[in-house]
C-alpha cells in the first residue's frame, strides 16, 4: 500500500442513498407485490413495463414537493445530445405511453405497473434515492365510476397483501371541492384560472400541513406567514381572517356520516359552480361504493385528504394503516399513509394537444412492507436449505448425489462448497443458512450405507429449554440408511 | 401551432434503444423468470437486489466485447463530483457486493439475481440498451463442484421454463485448457503473464468466431490478419503456421464422447502444466455430473467454447437451444445460445486485494423467452376479462355491482368506462381486450330481473365456421337471471 505506483483499489460501496436487498428481503416485497398484482388483474388492469429511461422533455417537470427546489431527477446527456433521465415515478412515463400509443391501446386502458424509480434527493435515514413504486391507472375513462373503482381495487389490495378490515381505511376528497373552497375565499376566479396559482399552491402545502401544524399554524400560513421555532418565515398566502376561516371550516368539514359530511360541504361551497360539481361527485363516488358493500368502515369521505402532486383535477384518495406501531423512540403512532391518488387529467395532453381524463393509485411499496413486518405478517418462505456437509473431499460426488436426491423430492438443499477441512466451520455455515437439517456421512457411515442427520431447529431449542427427559425422548440426531434420506429429511422438516 | 409562442410540445418517445413491453410480455417473462428463481432457491440461492446505480469506480471496465470501443455505460457526476453509472450487468455490482458485505455474508454466498441492465451501445433490431439478465454465482467456493452444481441447475432451470430434454444442450470448457494450448502455440509464457496478452486477446477473439469465419478465416487471424468482404484488414496474432495448427487442433478436439474429448485434450497440452490442471478439473467436473445423472445428452465437454470475457479463469460454460427455428428470412436455423458463464476468481480481488474464487452462469433472458415463444411454450394467463357492458349510464351501480360479484368470485372482470353513447364501441372494446364473455343488461334485463351473456369465443368461432345446425345447437347469446350471472359465467368459460 506504500508503492506510490499502485493504483488505489476502488471503495466496495453503494453511491450515497442507494442499498442493497438480500433473500427475505427481495422475496417478501416479490411475495406482497405479486398479491398485488393479482388483485390488479382480476380488476381487468394489464402490466406495463416502461424503461428506466425516458427523455427529459417526455418525462416533464411534475415532482410532487415543489417546497424543495433542489429535488431532481438523474439525467445525462446522450451523444446525439438529448438529455435522458431515470423516471421518478410511473405515472410520467404512462402518460408518454399513453400519448405514443394512442391509436393502438385500448380506451379506457387500465395498466399497472410495478418497479424502482429514482429521485435525485438528499439522501436520509430510510429515505433512498431508488425505491419501489405500484402503481394502478386507468387512462381515458371520463366518470369518477373510474376513481370509485380505484378506490374499491386499492381497498382489496391491501386486505389481500395482509392487512385486515379495520386496519385501514380509505379517505376520499376531491379537488374541485377545494377549488371551491379557494374560489368562496377569494384566491381563484373561474374567469382568469391562472390568477393567485402563487397564492393556492401556499393554500394547498398550508392544508397539507394540518396534522404537523396545527390549526394555529395554519392559519397563519393561510395569512401573513409563520414563523417556525429556528425563527426562519414563511411567507403566508395573504388571506383575511374571514377569507382563512373558510378554508378552515373546509379542513373540518368532515361529519360523522359520509351524507352529513356532504351536506356540510355542499353549505361550504354554495355559490362555486365547480365546488358544487365537486361535491356531487364524492357523492357519485359515494353511492357507486355503497352499491358494492364498500361502506365507511373501508371508504370514507373526507376533506381533510388534499395529497401534495399540483396536476390532480378532480377526486383525490389517500389509505391509511390505522393501526399504532411503536416509533424509533419507542412511541405509540399510527402507521400513517401507505398509498394515494387521484384524477389527473392534463399529464397526456402535454404531448398530444388534447385532454385525456385519467386516474390512479400508487403504493408506497416500502412503507407498506414496513408495515405487514411490523405486524408478523409478511409471507415469503424464509427456511434456508438442508446442508449437507463434506467430511471427505474425494467423496464429493455422493454429497453431490444426496443435494441432487433432496431436490429432486423438491426439498432445498445445498452441499457445502467451502473449505471442508474444518467441520465447525461447516455448521457455523449451515446455522448461517438457517438450515432446518445437516446432513453428516464420515467414512464410517459411508461403509455401513447410512447417513447421521442433525435437526438444527429442534437442537436450537433443545439447548435453549429442553429437560433431560425431552432430550432423551426426540434426539435431535438421527442415523438412517443413506436410501431412507429423503423420506427421514421430509419427517424432520414436517413436510 | 402557427403561433409562435406557444412551446413545442414534448414527443412522445421512448428514448432511442428503449421500448416498452405490454401485457403478456411482461406476464411471460415473469413466469418464466419465477420458475427459474424456484430452481435456484432449490438449490440453495439466495435472492439479492442491487440497486441500478453503482458508482463508476466499483464497476469497473469489464464489458464483454473489446473489438468496440465505443461502448460503454450510461455515466453522469453526482453533486459531489462522483461519478455514478447504470450498472451494464449484475456480476460486476455481486463483486462490490462480495467485498462490501465480505464479513455477514455466509461463506461460499450462492445467490441469483434478475433484473434490468443497461448498456450504452448503438441500439440496432432487436438489440436494446436496457434489458434483462438472470444471474446465478456461488462466491467463496473454490472447488470446480461449484461450477459442476452451476451447470446442473442451468439444465435443470432450461428443463422447468420447457425446453425438453433433447431440445438443450450445457457445453462445458476450461480456460486453463486453452492457456495450455496458448503456452503450446508459444503465446503464453507462465513466467510472464502478461507477456503475450496482445496477441492472446486476438487468439480469444479469433475462436469466438470460428462459426461466422470458418477455419480459412479463423487461421487467418491466428496468422498475420483477415481481410474481410468489405476490404477492412484486421491485424492478426502473427502465429507461425504450426504454432496456429496447435490452436486450431484445440478447437476441433471435440470427439464423440466425453472421456475421448478429454484424453485428446490432454494429448494436446501435455507439457503445459496449467494445461493439464485444466483438464484434470474437466475430467472433475464430468465425473461429478455423471454421479448425479448429468450425462453427456444434457452436459458435455466441447473445446470450441470460448466466452468472449476476458476475466474468466477456469470452466465456462454455455447453454445452446439445439432446435431449429425459422429466422427473419424464412430460413432454417439453429437457435443457439440462451445462457453462459464461469469461473472468475480475480473480481472481488479489485477491492480487497484477497483473490476470491467465484462461478456464475448468466441467462440471456430476452432470448430465452424469444424460444419459449417459438415454440409456443410461454406459460402466462392471456385471457383478458369479462366485460359488463354500459346500457344505461344512470344505473352504472348495478353494473358494478355484476363485475364485483364476478371478481368475488375469481372471474378477471371489468365494466366499460368509456363514453357508453355507442354500442358498438364497447363490443369493440371488449374484442380489443381478448374478453371472453361480455355482459349486457338493458332496460327490459333489467326490468326481468336477467343479463344476457354473448359468448365472444364461441361467437368468433362460430362466425368463421359454423354450419346452421351448430348455430342453433349452441348459441353463442344466453339470457339469465340477474342472480345466476356468476354461475352461468363460469359455465361458459369453462371453469
Given at each position: 500500500m506504500a508503492d506510490g505506483k499502485s493504483p488505489r483499489r476502488p471503495r466496495a460501496e453503494t453511491p450515497k442513498g442507494f442499498r442493497d436487498y438480500f433473500g427475505a428481503e427481495v422475496t417478501e416485497r416479490k411475495a406482497m407485490l405479486d398479491k398485488i398484482a393479482a388483485v390488479y388483474h382480476r380488476h381487468g388492469f394489464d402490466p406495463l413495463e416502461t424503461s428506466a429511461v425516458e427523455t427529459v422533455e417526455a418525462l416533464g417537470k411534475f415532482l410532487p414537493?415543489?417546497?424543495?427546489?433542489?429535488e431532481g431527477v438523474f439525467a445525462w446527456q446522450d451523444e446525439d445530445q438529448d438529455w435522458l433521465a431515470l423516471r421518478y415515478d410511473l405515472t410520467a412515463p404512462l402518460a408518454r405511453v399513453a400519448a405514443q400509443f394512442r391509436n393502438d391501446l385500448p380506451s379506457p386502458y387500465r395498466r399497472y405497473a410495478m418497479g424502482p424509480v429514482w429521485r435525485n434527493e438528499k439522501p436520509g435515514?430510510?429515505?433512498?434515492?431508488q425505491f419501489y413504486q405500484c402503481d394502478a391507472d386507468t387512462v381515458g375513462?371520463?366518470?369518477v365510476a373510474a376513481d370509485a373503482e380505484i378506490c374499491a381495487m386499492l381497498a382489496d389490495a391491501l386486505e389481500e397483501v395482509?392487512?385486515?378490515?379495520?386496519d385501514y381505511i380509505v379517505r376520499v376528497n376531491n379537488r374541485k371541492v377545494l377549488n371551491g373552497v379557494m374560489e368562496v375565499a377569494g384566491v381563484l376566479d373561474p374567469a382568469d384560472p391562472e390568477k393567485f396559482a402563487h397564492e393556492r399552491g401556499i393554500v394547498l402545502r398550508a392544508i397539507d400541513k394540518l396534522d404537523r401544524l396545527g390549526p394555529d399554524g395554519v392559519r397563519a400560513l393561510l395569512g401573513a406567514g409563520r414563523k417556525d421555532e429556528s425563527g426562519d418565515f414563511t411567507k403566508g398566502a395573504g388571506l383575511g381572517a374571514e377569507q382563512a376561516e373558510v378554508v378552515m371550516g373546509f379542513m373540518d368539514?368532515?361529519?360523522?356520516?359520509g351524507p352529513a359530511t356532504i351536506a356540510r360541504l355542499r353549505e361550504l361551497v354554495e355559490s362555486s359552480r365547480i365546488g358544487t360539481e365537486g361535491v356531487d361527485e364524492l357523492e357519485t363516488i359515494a353511492s357507486l361504493l355503497a352499491a358494492q358493500g364498500y361502506g365507511p368502515d373501508r371508504i370514507v369521505i373526507d376533506p381533510s385528504v388534499v395529497r401534495?402532486?399540483?396536476?390532480?383535477t378532480g377526486p383525490v384518495f389517500e389509505a391509511e394503516l390505522t393501526f399504532e406501531i411503536l416509533d424509533e423512540k419507542g412511541r405509540k403512532r399510527q402507521f400513517g399513509s401507505v398509498a394515494g391518488g387521484g384524477r389527473y387529467d392534463d399529464l397526456v395532453k402535454r404531448f398530444t394537444g388534447q385532454s385525456v381524463p385519467a386516474t390512479g393509485v400508487s403504493i408506497g411499496v416500502d412503507r407498506l412492507l414496513a408495515a405487514l413486518r411490523a405486524k408478523g405478517r409478511t409471507s415469503a418462505d424464509t427456511t434456508g436449505p438442508v446442508v449437507v456437509t463434506?467430511?471427505?473431499?474425494?467423496r464429493m460426488a455422493d454429497y453431490m448425489a444426496m443435494v441432487n436426491d433432496l431436490r429432486r423430492a423438491g426439498i432445498r438443499a445445498e452441499v457445502?462448497?467451502?473449505?471442508?477441512?474444518?467441520?465447525g466451520n461447516q455448521l457455523k455455515y449451515a446455522d448461517k443458512r438457517a438450515a432446518p437439517v445437516a446432513v453428516i456421512q464420515g467414512g464410517n457411515e459411508a461403509a455401513n450405507g447410512t447417513v447421521i442427520l442433525k435437526d438444527l431447529i429442534l437442537g436450537a431449542k433443545l439447548a435453549e429449554e429442553a429437560t433431560l427427559e425431552e432430550w432423551k425422548a426426540r434426539p435431535a440426531q438421527v442415523e438412517v440408511p443413506r436410501d431412507q434420506l429423503v423420506a427421514a429429511v421430509r419427517e424432520m422438516i414436517g413436510r
Open positions: 414537493d415543489v417546497d424543495r427546489p433542489n435515514p430510510g429515505r433512498f434515492r375513462a371520463p366518470s395482509g392487512i385486515p378490515r379495520g368539514a368532515k361529519r360523522d356520516t401534495g402532486l399540483g396536476y390532480y463434506v467430511m471427505d473431499r474425494d457445502y462448497l467451502g473449505n471442508p477441512k474444518n467441520f
